[in-house]
């Protein structure tokens, strides 16, 4: 509260005021508003990532590639923020198998929900059913875990080179959940895909010293 002393000296008409206010109130009306806030706002839910990464067991290269090539995508981060993929079993005669893209919506995000379309038509459905409140968020999730098991969904094998970045691999997995792919894993990179790599920097100049 604001207090107004009043003085005068004599016979002066002169007044002097001192005025002071008092803000302990507003305190008491902050730690109301803090208390407030903290039983309103809803604690953001820690979101996490299945990733499975490779184990210390030396895996050959044919046994990386025993999915069925139809769901099979590789993809390789080079240097530079490039990024490569193929489809299936890597074909090393054939430099032009190993294709160039990026990480933009028009690029790897655009391979993947080409590959993936079916299962993210069923997810679009079932975000739309949720936002019409004709299912819950449970609901949801039940079914899109569900969903995801499509035995003819792609399975993602990513592989970095040394050139990559941490921000490259950051990437990469943020494309795997928004195209809503179940089935991708970390692996180390062969000897085959580093020659996909070179091939095709030179244009399948080694691929013809091989023919020779």
């Known amino acids: 509260m604001a207090e107004i002393q009043e003085s005068s000296k004599g016979g002066s008409k002169q007044k002097k005021f001192t ?12 730690m109301l508003l803090i208390t407030f806030f903290m039983l ?32 099979a995508i590789t993809i390789l981060l080079g240097g530079d923020d490039k990024v490569y993929y193929y489809f299936g079993t890597p074909n090393y ?21 080409d590959r993936n379309k079916d299962v993210v038509a069923k997810i679009n459905d079932l975000k739309k059913q949720m ?13 899109a875990a569900e969903i995801k098991k499509d ?23 943020d494309e795997m959940q928004i195209c809503n792919i179940s ?19 030179k244009a399948g100049e080694l691929t013809k010293n091989i023919d020779r």
């Open 19 to 30: 005025v002071r206010v008092d803000f302990t109130p507003m305190v008491d009306m902050n």
């Open 183 to 201: 089935k991708y894993a970390i692996v180390d990179i062969t000897e085959g895909d580093e020659f996909l790599l070179e091939n095709l920097a």
């Open 93 to 113: 005669e054939d430099y032009t198998s190993l294709k160039e893209t990026t990480y933009q919506a028009d690029g790897l995000r655009a391979v993947l929900l």
């Open 131 to 143: 936002l019409d409140e004709k299912i819950t968020e449970d609901q949801f999730k039940a079914e």
């Open 40 to 71: 309103c706002t809803s604690l953001s839910k820690p979101q996490t990532m299945e990733i499975s990464m490779p184990t210390n067991d030396k895996v050959s290269e044919e046994e990386q590639t025993k999915v069925q090539e139809s769901r």
């Open 151 to 173: 035995k003819a969904a792609p399975v993602v094998m990513i592989k970095g080179t040394d050139e990559s970045s941490y921000k490259n691999l950051i990437d990469a997995l």
